[in-house]
């Protein structure tokens, strides 16, 4: 189980969020109090936008705890839009390119959750990419291969349709290979503009997804975290699983997430 | 384009290849002088067969002139067979899952050379392996995929026919994506047993290939090397393009080694 | 606070330490039970005895969890004496040369505890070396300064004189500086013929230490831990703060240690 | 032998020098043209400024051209002052905390060349620093103690005087031991506002140092770099031996740049 806060709003510098709070995720990083493991040693990744189309993008493979250079790039860098990660990996080993966020192209991705049996599921859900998206697979996670497919399934016109469309086409595909499927997904994403988040599970076991204005009376900026920063039971309210959360311009909008639909639409 | 050691004889200390002689692995990591690339700072490894059935194995993706710890191991630990490799990349980003050595069970394997066209290539390669190995891939380079599909094509029954039949499958796959093939290929493999080389290319580059004895005088020992160590001209003898060659308790053998063959009869 | 393991005894693979038992050295960084903090995941490293003089070494910044190489070099690695660190930091940043143990010739040293004030002490520390050892030093570490000053004062002689006296100045120097003393020293130290362990401390909060045989049964070996491997309490003794213990082939024996005298004489 | 650039001038992307020139810096780290060592793979570093008052800080011991990250940075931040830096090492080991730009509060430095005699002069250097500086020395090498030299010597008032009276000191110090002295310095420094060079030497070898206008046409940045980025020889003009340079909002002032005064200055 992994560790994430995504942010937009008014300008800020991320350290706000990575390394100042009381319960920052740098501090959550050596002891997370909700998650199923204590520890989230295994890499970090920040994803910010800032000038470019493209977010920047920084991951380390160290405990996030103990980079220097993570902390002064916290302190330097301002942005209205950004995904921060530390990651205790389920699948995939300790290699950058396994550490979230992914990127590609405008589009950024960080996620918390699990894929039950996804190595016998592996190789038929890479299939389903085209060339292209193929090509652009670095690591091995089933995190990254998500993302992917969720590009496959049209991300850059709908995201929700497409996210729902990519979890669908993973329910199906276990299905097929008489497999119990078994997601758990937590997760963040943008384009740069809005802000995406999801919490669904097909269990009872969804990850944590908290939403929390960044400065109550100001309201100049809005957090999507696993967990909360701090101890104000007022500022947190927890997004139910079945969600799909959307922070822009006109605001915070929560619908219902459901990739069951899609199954159908996908089987017919 | 990468340099490489491989060693069969009298139990040694790594180190007496790696970090030792005038013209050393080590060396030629900071200053290679037939190369096409003057530095391999991608990256190294070892793999060597001890007390085990598997070879042990070492990889970092630091520059191996900087590694404290390959210097200490390969003063500790002795071998009557082992492969090392600095690396300098070709297809693959800097990554330990992307060093060679590759090991597969008994199996090691480590490559110079190149695919061409391999990120047009890889997903039809990949394509022929059987679930198993799929998933055992971890890294991106065309080595281990090359590895992989020797593996597919019977390596641990018949090295020299595998190999034959996996770039003969190359460049079957090349021609029918209306790709040019090109391969340049020379590798060294082991079960624990004996040691195999091969130096192969489609054109007249294939990477160099030397042989020569540990020893003159006693004749204790075996390398097969991408560059000799010394000026001792009279050491060293060049293994042509062409050729597969075995070193194995009844000496040394080489074989022409051709995958056009196998792609006739892959074909019928 | 830091965990760590020290055999000597018949030779055995490292994983039977490392890796393999159900509370094994790897388990404990991620889950340490008795430890004031609950992760060890700044860093890991070995030290053994082979067919060198001096000790093999190998110590790398990653969580010793998703260390590869570790798990590898553990289980090719056969030794009668060996010492296995994994490190949760509480002086010095996170490098390799501030891993344990620190080797010095023949001479391998690892530490769990801590000096208080450390930065104000440091540099009168160093200035006790002499050009030699001042030299040597490579990290920032109070743990490796601490191993110089036993070797200053006489470790390759008689280490428990040089360690008492090697405290003893570090008490002294404290109360020149008007420092209360804290001195939290729990330590394993060989030269490649025996092994000797330090639990000590000013206050009574010695880092814990215990001793137990490998297999309790055959008697063919000798362990100290910083914290036992499994719940068989019978097999665990605790030594006691204020204790000196050698490992060699005429048992063990259980000395005390104080280096209080060690400030008198050094006063005098 | 390692190599830099440093920017003052109009506020632009740190790629226009880091990634994108035809001889860039990092392509220089592969292959330098002009230094004594062909590769500089042994890590590298940038410090820059932006809205806080001390820099921005990121180093890494990869290769520059293997780091994904330092390309996304580069891409993503913009500065009007800013130090690169790929390091071939000379003294000191492979580790972050010997990686160029160093930095102290507003002050960032970075340095190509070497003391002769380092590991004898070391300990008498070191012993010159007052407590606080001696305390933020992280790594070992010369360059690192230069700066704490300088910062000791006053350089945060007076740049150039505090540079002839630090490396006056180790002239001083050589010759007290006996060592005839040898220092080749070619530096960079900043404490945001105004940018300094150094090139020096005490014989014929400074390492190499060019100025240059960003735009020659437009005139809106000024380049000072180890080695020049393209051929146009026109735009490039050797800085020589025993200078000072100061980059500022009054344009490029040259000074004559000479410790041995402050030899004797000190030595009355």
Not at 5 to 23: K, Q, W
Not at 141 to 159: H, I, M, Q, V, W
Not at 182 to 208: E, K, N
Request: hydrophobic share 40%; net charge negative; glycine share 10%.
């Amino acid at each position: 189980m992994c560790r994430w806060v995504a942010y937009r709003g008014r300008r800020r510098f991320l350290e706000d969020l990575i390394t100042s709070p009381a319960h920052s995720l740098i501090d959550q990083s050596q002891c997370a109090t909700e998650a199923k493991t204590a520890t989230n040693g295994d890499g970090f990744g920040i994803a910010w936008y800032g000038e470019r189309d493209e977010p920047g993008h920084y991951r380390d493979i160290l405990p996030a705890w103990s980079d220097d250079n993570l902390r002064s790039l916290a302190r330097q860098i301002g942005s209205g839009l950004f995904l921060a990660h530390v990651r205790a990996s389920t699948a995939g080993r300790t290699t950058r390119d396994n550490c979230h966020p992914f990127v590609h192209g405008r589009w950024s991705f960080m996620h918390n959750g699990q894929l039950g049996d996804f190595e016998r599921l592996e190789r038929r859900l890479e299939a389903r990419l085209d060339d292209a998206l193929y090509g652009e697979r670095k690591g091995s996670t089933d995190s990254e291969l998500l993302f992917l497919l969720a590009l496959e399934f049209g991300l850059e016109k709908n995201p929700k349709l497409a996210l729902e469309a990519a979890l669908g086409f993973v329910l199906r595909e276990a299905i097929a290979l008489g497999i119990r499927p078994l997601i758990r997904f937590t997760a963040a994403l943008s384009d740069g503009r809005a802000l995406y988040c999801v919490r669904y599970a097909t269990d009872r076991h969804a990850p944590t997804l908290y939403s929390g204005a960044m400065c109550p009376l100001t309201g100049d900026g809005h957090c999507l975290v696993s967990e909360p920063f701090d101890e104000d039971a007022g500022r947190w309210s927890e997004i139910p699983s079945g969600s799909f959360v959307t922070v822009s311009d006109r605001g915070v909008a929560v619908e219902p997430f459901d990739p069951s639909g899609a199954v159908q639409a996908i089987a017919v």
